[in-house]
Each structure stands twice: as C-alpha cells, then as structure tokens.
C-alpha cells in the first residue's frame, strides 16, 4: 500500500462531510449523496432560452423552477423566483420534488437577507414548511445549514421591524406631548370688530361683531 501524506483536514459547518488535501489530491467525503449539479437531470432541451418561454409563455412555474435548478444559474433561479406570484407559492411548493427542497430552502434564506421584497421571501418559506415540513424534520441534519440561514434571515426582520415599531411609538408619544396649537382663524383683532378687504376699490369696512357694517361709512364725492 502507497503511503499518502494529509497537510490538512477542514469539516463543513453541517458536520456530514469533510475534505482531506493530500499527496493523492484533494479527497472529499461526505454523508450526503444528493449532488448540487446533476448532469444526468439535463437534456438537449433544458436550456435558459427554454426555461423562460416556460416560465412567460406557458405558464408552467412549476417546471420553470425546476429547469432552472437543473442549470443551477442563480441569476436564472432568481428571475424565475422573483416571476412566480404570490398566489401560486403553496401550489408551486406543493408540487415540488423533495430532492429540491434543500436547495429551495437555501435560495429563500440568501433571498430574505438580500431582497428587499420580504414578504414575499416570507411566503415562500411558510409554504415550504407547511407542504414539506414532516420531510424536513425527519431530515433535519441533512437541510440543517439551510435552516440555520433561514432562521437568521428571519430573527433579523423580527429585530429590524421591532426597531421601526418602537420609533414609531416614540414619535406618535412626542407628538401627542405637545401642546396643541392655537387656530388663526379663531383669533379677532381685539376690539371686537374684523376688517374686509374689497379687491376692487380697496377700501375698508369696518364690521361688528354682528355682522352689521358701521354707520359712519366714509362716502366719496362726485
């Protein structure tokens, strides 16, 4: 048997696999058998051309997505993600092969901490745990990285809208604080009597507090 010398050894962060850097190369071992990119699943067929005439033309999100994890394009994962609405999430995910879920599931968790369309990202991660929970808990060490992201991605939009609720009540105290201010419209001119202003000949009227114009009314001569 050769010898084979190891410089070093790095596990992953899920713990299910390893890799060794050694005289052989770099060796790689892992519990999981479920690889990111699988040639086998393309065809002559499965292109990004093809995918978005599924995707707009067709209708058909359900196979857009898929074809779109089969290239494994995240700028394609991403157009066809974004195009899916909202209404047709839980059918969507539904349908899903399990064998997409991991993936799936970490493309929602980097969408909720980048995107700004939160709600939505929201959506797509209820429907997941509602269609596929029972899958996701009996495997949980295999999508454990991916809901640890996706758990991350949503303590921070708890602490972000947390943070916004509390400004908000802050602000509604202070002004609630201030003295209310008084009406213009409410204020005379002190002796009881207004002033009206005629845009014709500029003169003035003197009114009181009736209503009634004032007797001594300066008359102009001819």
């Not at 495997?139 to 991605?153: F, M």
């Amino acid at each position: 048997m050769p010898e084979v010398r190891v410089t070093g050894v790095a596990f992953a962060p899920t713990g299910r696999s390893f890799c060794a850097a050694s005289t052989e190369g770099l060796l790689i071992y892992s519990l999981d058998t479920m690889p990111l990119f699988d040639p086998i699943d393309l065809d002559l067929a499965v292109t990004p051309a093809a995918t978005l005439h599924v995707l707009h033309k067709e209708k058909d999100y359900l196979k857009a997505l898929v074809m779109a994890f089969r290239l494994n394009e995240a700028p394609l994962i991403r157009q066809v993600y974004e195009a899916i609405p909202h209404s047709n999430i839980s059918l969507v995910v539904d349908e899903l092969p399990v064998v997409y879920i991991p993936r799936l599931l970490r493309f929602v968790g980097l969408q909720t901490e980048e995107s700004p369309h939160l709600e939505f990202c929201l959506l797509w991660g209820q429907a997941i745990l509602n269609s596929h929970g029972q899958w996701v808990r009996e495997n949980r060490a295999t999508v454990d990285a991916e809901l640890r992201t996706v758990s991350r991605a949503v303590g921070r939009i708890r602490d972000e809208l947390r943070r916004l609720a509390d400004e908000n009540c802050f602000t509604i105290d202070y002004l609630l604080s201030q003295p209310a201010a008084k009406d213009a419209t409410q204020s005379g001119t002190g002796n009881g009597q207004k002033t009206i202003t005629n845009a014709n000949d500029t003169h003035e009227v003197a009114m009181d507090e009736d209503g009634d114009e004032d007797d001594a009314e300066w008359i102009g001569l001819d």
